[in-house]
């Protein structure tokens, strides 16, 4: 089995940052790419940045702003966000490609932490 738990989110004033974990656990032999997706009240779920072997892919809405990064030991992936602003009020998700210690291949996603921009 193999969880993937979100934590970080909150309420943040407009100009604020937050910091977003996502921690993978269970059977995990290797994580490849790990992705946050990011879904807003009636929109449709989005892309904000992934991360492969060091290589780096942002939403254009958000360059400049959020930064992943990843700790391949903790099995951990962050997405530190400054200069928030209130569109970027949403659910925050993470998924994982992950390669099990049985050998088996799959995409594995987290619940998601609410992310609040208000003032």
């Known amino acids: 089995q193999v969880q993937l738990v979100e934590s970080g989110g909150g309420l943040v004033q407009p100009g604020g940052s937050l910091r977003l974990s996502c921690a993978a656990s269970?059977?995990?032999?290797?994580?490849?790419?790990m992705v946050w997706y990011r879904q807003a009240p009636g929109k449709q779920r989005e892309l904000v940045a992934s991360?492969?072997?060091?290589?780096?892919n942002y939403a254009d809405s958000v360059k400049g702003r959020f930064t992943i990064s990843r700790d391949i030991a903790k099995n951990t992936v962050y997405l530190q966000m400054n200069n928030l602003k209130p569109e970027d009020t949403a659910v925050y998700s993470c998924?994982?490609?992950?390669?099990?210690?049985?050998?088996?291949?799959?995409?594995?996603w987290g619940r998601g932490t609410q992310v609040t921009v208000s003032s």
């Open positions: 998924n994982a490609d992950i390669r099990t210690t049985y050998g088996n291949f799959g995409t594995y």
């Open positions: 269970g059977d995990i032999f290797r994580i490849n790419t």
């Open positions: 991360i492969t072997s060091g290589t780096t």
